[in-house]
Nanobody, 120 residues
Framework: QVQLVESGGGLVQPGGSLRLSCAAS????????MGWHRQAPGNQRELVAT???????KYADFVKGRFTISRDNAKNTVYLQMNSLKPEDTAVYYC??????????????WGQGTQVTVSS
């Protein structure tokens, strides 16, 4: 089983910054993609950014130039640096980990979510 623990959410004013972290723990053989999705009230969950274990990144158009994803493979941790935050970035942010475990195969695991609120 894989557990993902997120931290770093909170309330920030428009134009401000936050840094989210997500650490994976448990029994697994390897992690492929790690990243972030988000879900605002009344909306579907949507991709924010992902990074492969080789460093390839993918960003949603609405965060390009503002958000930066990074990863520490030795710590099984992924980060999301969010700058120039806008009220429309308000959402619950979910960490994901595409993980291979012996006996369970390859699965995508999700964190419990962390609230990000951008408001003056």
């Amino acid at each position: 089983q894989v557990q993902l623990v997120e931290s770093g959410g909170g309330l920030v004013q428009p134009g401000g910054s936050l840094r989210l972290s997500c650490a994976a723990s448990g029994t697994f053989f390897s992690i492929y993609d790690m990243g972030w999705h988000r879900q605002a009230p009344g909306n579907q969950r949507e991709l924010v950014a992902t990074m492969s274990n080789s460093g390839t990144t993918k960003y949603a158009d609405f965060v390009k130039g503002r958000f930066t994803i990074s990863r520490d493979n030795a710590k099984n941790t992924v980060y999301l640096q969010m700058n120039s935050l806008k009220p429309e970035d308000t959402a619950v942010y979910y960490c994901l980990s595409d993980t291979y475990s012996l006996g369970r195969g390859r699965n995508v695991y999700w964190g419990q979510g962390t609230q990000v609120t951008v408001s003056s």
